[in-house]
Nanobody, 125 residues
Framework: QVQLVESGGGSVEAGGSLKLSCTMSGHTWSSYCVVWFRQGPGKEREGVAAIDSDASVDYAESVKGRFTVSQGDDMNILYLEMNNLKPEDTAMYYC???????????????????RGKGTQVTISA
């Protein structure tokens, strides 16, 4: 059973930075897609960044230039580095993953059944 665990959330002031981690286990995929998505208070879910096992990436317009998704030396650990954070970035952040994806983009999480429980990010003005 595939498991994903997010960590690294916290509370920072606007303009600050956080680095989230998503640790995957229990899979045998030789290729994968991992998507970071978020849900803020009173907002719809939004995919913010995606990365596949070839390190191809995709970003939502709202975070381009501020967020960077990457793989660790251990390809089962994915990171979301968030800089110049804004109050509107306040949300629960989740990672989702699937193996052998047809495509990998910020909306790919819609059909992914393997998801973590999230980590809270709170940005104060």
């Amino acid at each position: 059973q595939v498991q994903l665990v997010e960590s690294g959330g916290g509370s920072v002031e606007a303009g600050g930075s956080l680095k989230l981690s998503c640790t995957m286990s229990g899979h045998t995929w030789s290729s994968y897609c991992v998507v970071w998505f978020r849900q803020g208070p009173g907002k719809e879910r939004e995919g913010v960044a995606a990365i596949d096992s070839d390190a191809s990436v995709d970003y939502a317009e709202s975070v381009k230039g501020r967020f960077t998704v990457s793989q660790g030396d251990d390809m089962n650990i994915l990171y979301l580095e968030m800089n110049n954070l804004k109050p509107e970035d306040t949300a629960m952040y989740y990672c989702a993953a699937e193996g052998y994806p047809v495509r990998c983009g910020v909306t790919s999480y819609f059909g992914m059944v393997s998801r973590g429980k999230g980590t809270q990010v709170t940005i104060s003005a």
